[in-house]
């Protein structure tokens, strides 16, 4: 079993529909990281998370702790947030390095 | 505007060849990192370094090496040691090498790379 594990692995939706990625994992971790992968391949941090919720633009990421799971919101989705969607951990031992998911790959239709 | 610069974006090798990726950070990042990806799989580390001149391997180190000479450049290279090349190479930096304070890690455009 993967020790960060995403789900769905595929999702595609219309244009204007709210969007829920998630995200479990089996360690403890120091932060939680999502990414997006563009269709050339080159990725973009958009969170770093240890607690609680983080929102930019029409993105939000929340993390529980307790239950190790994460999900990562799109509002309003449009087909510029068309990309495959990374969830990353860092562990608590060996923090220097990220346990990466399999990636959610998101399609938004017109 | 500072980032991490890969290069080449595609290259081509032939088996039995060493081939080398470069990647270059203006970043002033400490910690440097080396990524594969595999279609289905989620990255998986090769090689990092915390700082100039030391450098450790990851998960899947074999059949690649590195060097870390400058804090700015962490070139990888991928020997003919190495039986399945053909992958994505993705570098990354970040400004902690300890990862404690659990800095945003920050990538390169990637490298992709074919055995012919």
């Known amino acids: 079993k993967n020790e960060v594990e995403q789900s769905p692995q595929n999702l595609t939706a219309q244009e204007g529909e709210f969007i829920t990625i998630n995200c479990s994992y089996s360690?403890?971790?120091?932060?939680l990281h999502w990414l997006q992968q563009h269709p050339g391949g080159g990725i973009v941090s958009l969170f770093m998370?240890?607690?609680g919720k983080k929102k930019h633009g029409r993105l939000i990421a929340t993390i529980n702790i307790q239950e190790k799971h994460s999900s990562l919101h799109i509002t309003a989705s449009h087909p510029r947030d068309s990309a495959v969607y990374i969830c990353?951990?860092?562990?608590?031992?060996?923090?220097?390095?990220?346990?990466f998911g399999q990636g959610t790959r998101l399609t938004i239709n017109p | 505007d500072g980032g991490i610069t890969q290069s080449p974006k595609y290259l081509f090798r032939k088996e039995g060849q060493n081939v080398t990726l470069s990647c270059e950070q203006n970043l002033n990042h400490d910690a440097m990192y080396w990524y594969r990806q595999d279609p289905g799989q989620g990255l998986r580390l090769i090689y990092y370094?915390?700082?100039?001149?030391?450098?450790q391997k990851g998960d899947i180190a074999e059949g690649y090496s590195v060097s870390r000479e400058k804090k700015e450049s962490f070139p990888l290279t991928v020997t003919s040691a190495q039986k399945n090349p053909t992958a994505f190479y993705l570098c990354?930096?970040?400004?902690?090498?300890?990862?404690?304070?659990?800095?945003?890690?920050?990538f390169g455009e990637g490298s992709w790379l074919t055995v012919v």
């Open positions: 370094s915390q700082i100039v001149n030391d450098f």
């Open positions: 998370l240890s607690s």
């Open positions: 990354a930096s970040s400004i902690d090498p300890t990862g404690l304070l659990g800095n945003t890690i920050y």
């Open positions: 360690v403890g971790i120091s932060a």
């Open positions: 990353a951990v860092s562990l608590i031992q060996g923090a220097q390095k990220l346990v």
